[in-house]
Protein backbone atom coordinates (compact mmCIF):
# COMPACT_ATOMS: atom_id res chain seq x y z
CA UNK A 1 0.00 0.00 0.00
CA UNK A 2 1.37 3.55 -0.85
CA UNK A 3 1.74 5.72 2.38
CA UNK A 4 -1.38 7.84 1.79
CA UNK A 5 -1.86 11.12 3.79
CA UNK A 6 -5.86 11.27 5.31
CA UNK A 7 -6.58 14.40 3.57
CA UNK A 8 -5.68 12.41 0.23
CA UNK A 9 -7.69 9.72 1.45
CA UNK A 10 -10.89 11.97 2.14
CA UNK A 11 -10.84 13.77 -1.03
CA UNK A 12 -10.78 10.54 -2.86
CA UNK A 13 -13.79 9.23 -0.69
CA UNK A 14 -15.56 12.67 -1.03
CA UNK A 15 -15.47 12.18 -4.45
CA UNK A 16 -16.48 8.59 -4.34
CA UNK A 17 -19.44 10.07 -1.82
CA UNK A 18 -20.58 11.46 -4.95
CA UNK A 19 -21.81 8.41 -6.60
CA UNK A 20 -21.88 5.82 -3.87
CA UNK A 21 -23.36 5.62 -0.31
CA UNK A 22 -20.48 5.69 2.43
CA UNK A 23 -21.38 4.22 5.47
CA UNK A 24 -20.23 7.25 8.19
CA UNK A 25 -18.40 4.66 10.24
CA UNK A 26 -16.49 3.44 7.28
CA UNK A 27 -16.03 7.32 6.71
CA UNK A 28 -14.43 8.03 9.98
CA UNK A 29 -12.63 5.05 9.61
CA UNK A 30 -10.58 5.46 6.57
CA UNK A 31 -10.15 9.05 7.53
CA UNK A 32 -8.63 7.89 10.79
CA UNK A 33 -11.34 9.44 13.16
CA UNK A 34 -11.64 6.13 14.66
CA UNK A 35 -10.04 5.13 18.04
CA UNK A 36 -10.89 1.83 18.27
CA UNK A 37 -9.79 -0.24 15.55
CA UNK A 38 -8.64 -3.40 16.41
CA UNK A 39 -7.07 -6.12 14.51
CA UNK A 40 -8.96 -9.34 13.95
CA UNK A 41 -6.23 -11.94 12.27
CA UNK A 42 -7.73 -14.87 10.61
CA UNK A 43 -5.64 -17.54 8.99
CA UNK A 44 -7.56 -18.42 5.44
CA UNK A 45 -5.63 -21.02 3.62
CA UNK A 46 -2.30 -20.17 4.97
CA UNK A 47 -2.52 -16.33 4.70
CA UNK A 48 -3.33 -14.27 7.55
CA UNK A 49 -5.55 -11.38 6.98
CA UNK A 50 -5.94 -8.85 9.46
CA UNK A 51 -9.52 -7.80 9.55
CA UNK A 52 -10.14 -4.33 10.99
CA UNK A 53 -12.72 -4.23 13.97
CA UNK A 54 -14.51 -1.22 15.39
CA UNK A 55 -14.57 -2.59 18.99
CA UNK A 56 -16.69 0.18 20.41
CA UNK A 57 -19.41 -1.36 17.84
CA UNK A 58 -18.26 -4.63 17.53
CA UNK A 59 -18.56 -4.62 13.78
CA UNK A 60 -15.69 -5.87 11.60
CA UNK A 61 -14.55 -4.42 8.57
CA UNK A 62 -15.44 -6.88 5.22
CA UNK A 63 -15.05 -6.33 1.56
CA UNK A 64 -16.82 -7.20 -1.58
CA UNK A 65 -16.12 -6.14 -5.30
CA UNK A 66 -18.75 -4.19 -6.78
CA UNK A 67 -17.78 -4.45 -10.36
CA UNK A 68 -19.57 -4.48 -12.93
CA UNK A 69 -21.27 -1.30 -11.17
CA UNK A 70 -18.12 -0.32 -9.80
CA UNK A 71 -14.45 -0.02 -11.81
CA UNK A 72 -13.32 3.14 -9.93
CA UNK A 73 -10.30 1.08 -8.95
CA UNK A 74 -8.81 1.07 -12.62
CA UNK A 75 -10.10 4.99 -12.81
CA UNK A 76 -7.99 5.98 -10.40
CA UNK A 77 -5.19 3.96 -10.85
CA UNK A 78 -2.38 5.02 -8.41
CA UNK A 79 0.07 2.69 -10.18
CA UNK A 80 0.67 -0.62 -11.61
CA UNK A 81 4.39 -2.73 -10.53
CA UNK A 82 5.16 -5.90 -12.62
CA UNK A 83 6.18 -9.20 -11.07
CA UNK A 84 8.40 -10.92 -13.93
CA UNK A 85 5.65 -13.04 -14.68
CA UNK A 86 3.66 -9.87 -15.24
CA UNK A 87 6.15 -8.64 -17.94
CA UNK A 88 6.44 -12.12 -19.61
CA UNK A 89 2.69 -12.59 -19.44
CA UNK A 90 1.13 -8.93 -20.72
CA UNK A 91 4.26 -8.29 -23.18
CA UNK A 92 2.58 -11.06 -25.29
CA UNK A 93 -0.70 -10.11 -24.66
CA UNK A 94 0.01 -6.51 -26.01
CA UNK A 95 1.72 -7.74 -29.00
CA UNK A 96 5.50 -7.86 -28.02
CA UNK A 97 7.63 -10.67 -29.25
CA UNK A 98 10.45 -9.41 -26.69
CA UNK A 99 10.27 -8.51 -23.10
CA UNK A 100 13.09 -6.21 -23.37
CA UNK A 101 11.27 -3.85 -26.01
CA UNK A 102 8.40 -4.11 -24.17
CA UNK A 103 10.34 -2.87 -21.11
CA UNK A 104 11.16 -0.19 -23.29
CA UNK A 105 7.93 1.04 -24.84
CA UNK A 106 5.02 0.16 -22.09
CA UNK A 107 7.07 0.77 -18.75
CA UNK A 108 8.47 2.57 -16.39
CA UNK A 109 10.53 2.51 -12.98
CA UNK A 110 8.65 3.62 -9.85
CA UNK A 111 9.77 3.99 -6.09
CA UNK A 112 7.69 4.35 -3.09
CA UNK A 113 7.31 3.21 0.29
CA UNK A 114 4.67 0.71 1.62
CA UNK A 115 3.38 0.10 6.01
CA UNK A 116 0.71 -1.81 6.07
CA UNK A 117 -2.12 -0.90 8.61
CA UNK A 118 -1.21 -3.55 11.09
CA UNK A 119 1.87 -4.88 9.66
CA UNK A 120 5.22 -4.03 11.75
CA UNK A 121 7.44 -3.58 8.12
CA UNK A 122 8.08 -0.34 5.94
CA UNK A 123 9.18 -1.69 2.75
CA UNK A 124 10.44 0.55 0.06
CA UNK A 125 10.20 -0.75 -2.99
CA UNK A 126 11.59 -0.08 -6.64
CA UNK A 127 10.03 -1.71 -9.55
CA UNK A 128 8.84 -1.87 -13.26
CA UNK A 129 5.72 -0.39 -13.46
CA UNK A 130 2.93 -0.88 -16.88
CA UNK A 131 1.94 3.10 -17.61
CA UNK A 132 -1.04 3.67 -17.29
CA UNK A 133 -1.24 6.44 -20.20
CA UNK A 134 1.27 5.97 -22.98
CA UNK A 135 2.96 9.52 -22.00
CA UNK A 136 2.97 9.12 -18.46
CA UNK A 137 6.08 10.76 -16.40
CA UNK A 138 7.74 10.39 -13.23
CA UNK A 139 5.38 12.62 -11.61
CA UNK A 140 2.85 11.02 -12.33
CA UNK A 141 3.99 7.88 -9.86
CA UNK A 142 1.04 7.49 -7.18
CA UNK A 143 -1.42 9.99 -8.58
CA UNK A 144 -4.84 8.51 -9.76
CA UNK A 145 -5.09 7.92 -13.54
CA UNK A 146 -7.73 6.26 -15.92
CA UNK A 147 -5.96 2.96 -16.78
CA UNK A 148 -5.38 3.23 -20.40
CA UNK A 149 -6.65 -0.51 -20.82
CA UNK A 150 -9.88 0.42 -19.30
CA UNK A 151 -12.95 0.08 -21.59
CA UNK A 152 -16.16 2.24 -21.84
CA UNK A 153 -18.14 -0.53 -20.40
CA UNK A 154 -15.62 -1.19 -17.62
CA UNK A 155 -14.15 -4.21 -18.95
CA UNK A 156 -9.63 -4.60 -18.47
CA UNK A 157 -8.44 -5.26 -22.08
CA UNK A 158 -5.97 -6.97 -21.26
CA UNK A 159 -7.89 -9.32 -18.63
CA UNK A 160 -7.37 -12.04 -17.74
CA UNK A 161 -3.24 -11.32 -18.06
CA UNK A 162 -3.73 -7.68 -15.78
CA UNK A 163 -0.99 -7.52 -13.49
CA UNK A 164 -0.47 -9.20 -10.61
CA UNK A 165 -1.19 -6.12 -8.31
CA UNK A 166 -5.10 -5.69 -10.25
CA UNK A 167 -6.34 -8.88 -9.22
CA UNK A 168 -5.18 -8.01 -5.14
CA UNK A 169 -7.21 -4.40 -4.74
CA UNK A 170 -7.93 -3.68 -2.38
CA UNK A 171 -5.75 -5.72 -0.14
CA UNK A 172 -2.38 -5.52 0.69
CA UNK A 173 0.04 -7.89 1.26
CA UNK A 174 3.55 -8.48 2.95
CA UNK A 175 5.81 -11.65 4.02
CA UNK A 176 6.86 -11.49 7.66
CA UNK A 177 9.23 -14.15 9.71
CA UNK A 178 7.26 -15.97 12.04
CA UNK A 179 8.99 -17.31 15.82
CA UNK A 180 10.43 -19.71 13.95
CA UNK A 181 12.03 -17.12 11.43
CA UNK A 182 9.94 -19.02 8.75
CA UNK A 183 8.04 -16.27 6.39
CA UNK A 184 4.33 -16.14 6.97
CA UNK A 185 2.22 -14.06 4.53
CA UNK A 186 -0.03 -11.26 5.68
CA UNK A 187 -2.38 -9.34 4.10
CA UNK A 188 -5.10 -6.36 5.14
CA UNK A 189 -7.23 -3.87 3.26
CA UNK A 190 -5.37 -0.57 1.81
CA UNK A 191 -8.05 2.05 2.41
CA UNK A 192 -7.39 4.39 -0.79
CA UNK A 193 -10.64 5.98 -0.21
CA UNK A 194 -11.50 5.05 -3.94
CA UNK A 195 -13.57 1.67 -3.14
CA UNK A 196 -16.94 1.50 -2.20
CA UNK A 197 -17.20 -2.58 -1.46
CA UNK A 198 -16.42 -2.01 2.23
CA UNK A 199 -19.69 -3.06 4.23
CA UNK A 200 -19.61 -3.86 8.54
CA UNK A 201 -20.87 -6.84 10.04
CA UNK A 202 -20.63 -8.65 13.24
CA UNK A 203 -19.69 -11.66 11.80
CA UNK A 204 -16.71 -12.38 9.22
CA UNK A 205 -18.91 -15.24 7.95
CA UNK A 206 -19.90 -13.60 5.03
CA UNK A 207 -16.29 -13.29 3.69
CA UNK A 208 -14.97 -16.30 3.85
CA UNK A 209 -15.50 -17.38 0.35
CA UNK A 210 -13.66 -13.64 -0.78
CA UNK A 211 -11.27 -14.76 1.43
CA UNK A 212 -10.97 -18.16 0.42
CA UNK A 213 -9.90 -16.82 -3.13
CA UNK A 214 -8.31 -13.88 -2.26
CA UNK A 215 -5.67 -16.21 -0.37
CA UNK A 216 -4.75 -18.55 -3.12
CA UNK A 217 -4.06 -15.18 -5.37
CA UNK A 218 -2.24 -13.24 -2.50
CA UNK A 219 0.07 -16.16 -1.95
CA UNK A 220 0.97 -16.67 -5.51
CA UNK A 221 1.63 -13.40 -5.95
CA UNK A 222 3.91 -13.06 -3.11
CA UNK A 223 5.96 -15.67 -4.18
CA UNK A 224 5.78 -13.94 -7.50
CA UNK A 225 7.32 -10.62 -5.96
CA UNK A 226 10.25 -13.19 -4.29
CA UNK A 227 10.87 -14.32 -7.75
CA UNK A 228 11.12 -11.01 -9.36
CA UNK A 229 13.59 -9.30 -6.56
CA UNK A 230 15.63 -12.53 -6.49
CA UNK A 231 16.33 -12.08 -10.58
CA UNK A 232 17.04 -8.64 -9.82
CA UNK A 233 13.76 -7.26 -11.93
CA UNK A 234 12.78 -5.19 -8.55
CA UNK A 235 13.84 -3.96 -5.53
CA UNK A 236 12.20 -4.32 -2.42
CA UNK A 237 13.99 -3.49 1.24
CA UNK A 238 12.13 -4.44 4.50
CA UNK A 239 12.53 -2.53 7.93
CA UNK A 240 11.35 -4.67 10.80
CA UNK A 241 9.59 -1.89 13.11
CA UNK A 242 10.32 -4.72 15.81
CA UNK A 243 13.78 -4.46 16.06
CA UNK A 244 13.67 -0.95 17.16
S1 LIG B 1 -13.09 -0.02 -6.59
FE1 LIG B 1 -13.58 -1.75 -5.22
S2 LIG B 1 -15.69 -2.34 -5.69
FE2 LIG B 1 -14.95 -1.06 -7.39
S3 LIG B 1 -14.17 -2.52 -8.90
FE3 LIG B 1 -12.43 -1.89 -7.65
S4 LIG B 1 -12.32 -3.43 -5.99
FE4 LIG B 1 -14.36 -3.63 -6.96
S1 LIG C 1 -4.72 -3.21 -16.17
FE1 LIG C 1 -6.93 -3.66 -16.25
S2 LIG C 1 -7.51 -4.21 -14.15
FE2 LIG C 1 -5.53 -3.15 -14.06
S3 LIG C 1 -6.02 -0.98 -13.72
FE3 LIG C 1 -5.85 -1.27 -15.94
S4 LIG C 1 -7.94 -1.70 -16.63
FE4 LIG C 1 -7.89 -2.00 -14.42
Redesign the pocket.
Known sequence: MAVQTESSVKDSLDLLARKWKIDPKLYDLQTGRRDDVVDTPINVGGVVFHIPTLSKDRLHVLWKCLWPDC?N??ER?GR?PLTKDDIGRIAKKVGYDSNSEFVRNETRISSWQEQAAFGNVITTLSMIS?K?KMDEREEDDGTPLR?????EQG?????PD??G???LYPFASWLEADARKQPVVHATFQFTGDCPGFYLDKSIDSMMPVLQEYSGKIYSYNMAVSRTTRENYGFVNLIDLRRG
Open positions: HCCQLLRCRFLDFCGIHKPVCW
